[in-house]
């Protein structure tokens, strides 16, 4: 039986009559993405077309879906919204502050005793307000709700990211930060621009060393890390039905890493299948009812050009195995022969020091299972790693069934560690070095989504490369990363030569899914009584005090720092050790764009102090401003704040009194992050005004007074020299986010609402 299965039927009662009334409207046959859109505006039933990429809309989401690192930071929120429980379905997953160093056990007893205070905020906080709660141990997130929430055809938000993952079963999930999350909580509209349409047709079918992670790991270098932003990626055609409904999760899931709103595929056999082998049956069968319903109109596919924005071509039976690295997730390599001549161009290490298999991308009982044919071939074939190796299982599901069907056995025969189901080395959660900051230059292959420098380790030195777990198991075993299992053989411990054969696997357990205690617990019908404390002097926690209003009169603004090229949210807000400090606003401000290169000395975390002319950290720079009672303005390069949906990279600015981002492009969740913390998101309307900025410079915002929606505004630099220009700057808030602005906070307006 699944979870929320009425309203499941309720989503399905009412998406019928909404499709065909949006149909009618819109004049046209519809998109599987746009039927979903359409069938949860806000106001129901839809009354006007939308224009893509420039509409602000309202929808009602199903549900929301929370990590327990972003979790704090929506949850203290979310007390302060004045709601006795949460309006939508809520679950809360302990998945990211378990740190992988020993195994299982051992890293699932430390993670327990060093985040119990947060753990058990987190559990009596869903006890409070109806949140269902996931254990730490339970799984990662996004596999979890793939296993019991995800349904064909529904709208899911979540604090990560990565909750594109969904799409994988036909829905349209969205990554946001947590306070977009507490609006859907709170039971108000969640405001999203219409998106544009991408449409991937995938023809052929995937063989051999292919697999699914080939496919965004090719569309990433079709469209670069920023391709995707403002958009919606749908993929169709044959190529498309005939892979596994986990597959297509690990594509909609690297989905993230192209900045796409989010990807979707239309419902199909693989769905139901997967549907009815995690024990929702009951869904399978809601969802057949309407089946046209939950894929695109016949005319689209026929004729995709028609109906999407922009179409890309894949030809899955031409598809070769790709190695995207390093440090960006669009940089493609064919295994093998090219791959040595860019490693030796480039000087990447060819020695692979790890293997690492899972993460919320690529940890279904499918990945597993095909990768431990390429182990289970070591073995009978008389060879070793010459990497070390490492499995991250998605959930505990997954877990418990691939050790019941001996498939874990494999990977330890093979010394493999198996670490918890967490997200571990994933997000920075990997206790690899003592001092990551000083580590040597080295290789890792991993079959996860992110790759930039630290991203796994904290060391800057790791080139780090994603690829599909068959062939992470292969590279490790080889140890070198120019290995191409198609072609090159191995000598294995008797001298002999031996080749790898094609992996195999099962898309889902022969004997079922299984799971003894898969760490759920479902809160009390009435949280009234529950009690939730911080203490005063938590280092982890820290009760929020709302934001004032930055005003209309911003003069004498400093520059605290001008970021120099890639400025993502690993950037602004470092993961990793920091994890800790998640739900503590002051203390994790401590990391505020440490990260960050500063264009005038290209060093990380050493920027200028204008009232003492001395140089020191970003956040004492920043805090020294804020005590003499200064505004300061960030500027950035292309696609500022990619990455991760974390709210912390705009809380903590804002925190320490940062009124004004000034880039030449935003990634869209971050963007959003700003503006519902009550801050200025602001583009340069001519990018060359990027190279006026200089070191010492002094901002006034010349007409903040007048801030309205499609309007520039101006603001004078005033230079060392005393020198001026006056620059134009864009923006996208509309008349409700100027609002925000204006109250301090998306938040500060809720509880006004709600007074």
């Not at 621009?193 to 023809?203: A, D, E, H, S």
Request: charged fraction near 25%; glycine fraction near 10%.
């Amino acid at each position: 039986m699944a979870f929320d299965i009425e309203m499941i039927k309720e989503v399905y009662a009412n998406m019928t009559e909404r499709v065909d009334a949006a149909r009618k409207i819109v004049g046209k046959p519809l998109t599987l993405s746009e039927k979903i859109l359409y069938a949860h505006l806000w106001d129901g039933k839809p009354t006007k077309p939308f224009t893509r990429g420039k509409d602000y809309v309202d929808f009602a989401p199903d549900r929301v879906a929370c990590q327990d690192a972003t979790a704090q930071m929506a949850l203290l929120q979310f007390m302060q919204a004045g709601k006795p429980k949460v309006a939508v379905p809520t679950t809360v997953h302990c998945d990211h502050l378990i740190q992988a160093k020993d195994g299982a056990a051992t890293d699932l007893k430390h993670a327990n005793d060093t985040s119990s205070e947060v753990f058990n905020f987190l559990e009596s906080v869903s006890n409070k307000y109806g949140i269902g709660f996931w254990k730490p141990g339970a799984g990662i997130i996004h596999q979890v709700v793939l296993e019991n929430y995800a349904f064909p055809g529904g709208m899911m938000i979540g604090t990560d990211s990565h909750t594109v993952n969904a799409g994988g079963l036909g829905m349209v999930a969205i990554g946001v930060g947590g306070a977009d999350a507490v609006d859907v909580m709170a039971g108000m509209a969640w405001e999203l621009k219409f998106p544009k349409l991408i449409g991937v047709r995938l023809t052929g079918k995937l063989s051999g060393w292919t697999a699914p992670k080939d496919v965004i790991l090719k569309v990433a270098e079709i469209l670069t890390v920023k391709g995707g932003t403002g958009a919606i990626v749908e993929y169709f055609g044959p190529g498309a039905t005939s892979m596994s409904c986990t597959g297509k999760g690990t594509i909609c899931n690297m989905g993230a890493e192209i900045g796409a709103t989010t990807s979707t595929f239309g419902y199909d056999d693989s769905m139901e299948r997967y549907l009815r082998a995690t024990d929702r049956t009951d869904v399978a069968e809601e969802a057949n009812k309407i089946r046209e319903y939950l894929t695109a109109d016949e005319e689209v596919y026929a004729n995709p050009e028609q109906y999407f924005d922009q179409v890309i071509d894949i030809n899955l039976s031409e598809l070769s195995p790709l190695l995207n690295g390093p440090f960006t997730p669009d940089l493609s390599t064919p295994a093998g022969k090219e791959m040595t001549e860019k490693a030796s161009a480039n000087d990447w290490p060819i020695e692979v020091e790890w293997g690492l298999i899972g993460s919320c991308t690529n940890s279904s009982y499918e990945d597993l299972s095909r990768a431990s044919s390429i182990a289970q071939q070591a073995l009978d074939k008389g060879l070793k790693t010459k990497a070390e190796f490492g499995i991250n299982p998605g959930s505990e599901q997954v877990r418990y069934t691939t050790e019941r069907d001996g498939i874990l056995e494999i990977f330890e025969k093979l010394d493999a560690t198996i670490f918890t189901n967490a997200c571990g080395p994933c997000i920075g959660q990997w206790a690899r070095y003592s001092d990551p900051k000083n580590a040597p230059k080295n290789s890792i292959i991993h079959s996860f989504n992110r790759n930039f420098a630290k991203r796994a380790d904290g060391n800057p030195n790791t080139h780090a490369f994603v690829a599909s777990p068959e062939m992470v198991a292969a590279v490790a075993i080889a140890g070198r990363l120019d290995f191409n299992p198609m072609t090159d053989t191995l000598i294995n411990e008797n001298g002999e030569e031996v080749m790898l054969d094609e992996p195999t696997g099962w898309e889902l357990p022969p004997k079922g899914f299984e799971v003894k205690e898969n760490g759920y617990l479902e809160p009390r019908e009435d949280g009234s009584g529950v009690e939730v404390t911080v203490k005063p002097d938590s280092e982890r926690l820290q009760l929020l005090t709302p934001f004032e209003p930055i005003g209309d009169s911003v003069t004498g603004a400093k520059l605290l720092i001008k970021a120099f090229g890639k400025c993502t949210t690993d950037h602004i807000s470092m993961a990793g050790p920091w994890l800790r400090f998640r739900g503590h606003l002051d203390n994790i401000a401590n990391n505020t764009l440490i990260g960050a290169v500063n264009a005038f000395n290209k060093k990380t975390n050493f920027v200028k102090n204008q009232l003492t002319g001395d140089y020191g950290g970003v956040p004492d720079t920043q805090r020294d401003y804020k005590k003499n009672g200064i505004w300061s303005v960030v500027v950035g390069d292309h696609n500022y704040g990619e990455g991760s949906s974390r709210e912390h990279a705009a809380m903590q600015p804002r925190h320490l009194g940062v009124a004004a981002v000034i880039v030449k492009s935003f990634a869209r969740i971050h963007e959003t992050n700003l503006k519902k913390q009550g801050m200025l998101g602001l583009t340069f309307a001519n990018e060359a005004d990027y190279d006026l900025i200089q070191e010492d410079d002094t901002f006034n915002f010349l007409d903040l007074n007048e801030f309205a929606p499609d309007k520039q505004l101006h603001v004078e630099v005033v230079h060392a020299d005393g020198s001026k220009d006056v620059i134009a700057l864009n923006h996208t808030y509309n008349e409700a986010q100027i609002e925000w602005y204006k109250e301090g906070s998306a938040l500060n307006l809720i509880k006004k609402q709600n007074a």
